[in-house]
């Protein structure tokens, strides 16, 4: 799997789509610069958003931001950790994260790696 390094914005959406069975869901007219990714797995029969980028909603996100959908525990690690911000309960059991991406160490983007693919995998479970 290729890594997140350099970043920049379409490399990122790039990578993002490389994972195996990510999508990209249409976007809504609300949100014109927000992209929506998906998990699409047929066969473990799971379709779930995960990750969101660009300007959402009144998070302050310097013109761009990466939000992803984590189990609500592993949001409160997360969160902890400073580097996000809860944004909204989905449901009882997910919830979205902005990232701080000025402390997820972008200089390697081993941990923006790191929450980028705790959100993909919690999406199959």
Not at 39 to 64: K, Q, S
Request: charged share 20%.
């Amino acid at each position: 799997m290729e890594h997140v390094q350099p970043l920049s914005v379409e490399r990122l959406h790039d990578w993002l789509l490389s994972l195996p069975w990510v999508i990209e869901r249409p976007g809504v007219a609300e949100a014109p610069g927000l992209r929506w990714f998906a998990v699409e797995c047929e066969p473990l029969g799971r379709r779930r958003l995960w990750l969101l980028t660009g300007a959402f909603g009144n998070v302050d996100t310097d013109g761009f931001g990466v939000h992803v959908v984590f189990p609500t525990e592993a949001a409160r690690r997360v969160v902890d950790a400073g580097v996000g911000a809860m944004v909204a309960a989905l449901g009882d059991e997910h919830t979205l994260v902005s990232l701080r991406l000025e402390t997820t160490e972008l200089a390697d983007h081993t941990h923006l790696e790191r929450a980028l693919l705790l959100g993909y995998e919690a999406s199959f479970t």
